[in-house]
């Protein structure tokens, strides 16, 4: 069981990343998805969150209006993360809850390898 984090990168401020999350091993179509991400020296933190389905969505109020988070398959979850900011430099990490999309991080069995996302000034 596998999640595949990649996408991140270096770009300026007010850029544009999109990050994807592959699944392998098993299927998460039943799972909520979720990102979170954690900057040095501070706790992880939520970022977006989307159901099986792609119907319903959670977002934290930081990025809410610049990030959409998606799911282009079963396998596959984007967060395409427009008009950045430095203060969004973090490793992004994502998850897999079989409850569905959650805020909390306890709710999520899976956790992909994190990705980093450096945004200059």
């Known amino acids: 069981v596998q999640l595949q984090a990649s996408g991140g990168g270096l770009v300026q401020a007010g850029g544009s990343l999109r990050l994807s999350c592959a699944a392998s091993?098993?299927?998460?179509?039943?799972?909520?998805m979720g990102w979170f991400r954690q900057a040095p020296g501070k706790e992880r933190e939520f970022v977006a969150a989307?159901?099986?389905?792609?119907?319903?969505t959670l977002y934290d109020a930081s990025v809410k209006g610049r990030f959409t988070i998606s799911r282009d398959n079963r396998s596959i979850m984007s967060l395409q993360m427009n008009n950045l900011k430095p203060e969004d430099t973090a490793v992004y990490y994502c998850?897999?809850?079989?409850?569905?999309?959650?805020?909390?991080?306890?709710?999520?069995?899976?956790w992909g390898q994190g990705t980093q996302v450096t945004v200059s000034s």
């Open positions: 091993g098993r299927t998460f179509s039943t799972y909520g």
């Open positions: 989307v159901s099986w389905g792609g119907s319903r």
């Open positions: 998850a897999a809850a079989p409850s569905g999309p959650s805020v909390n991080s306890g709710n999520y069995d899976y």
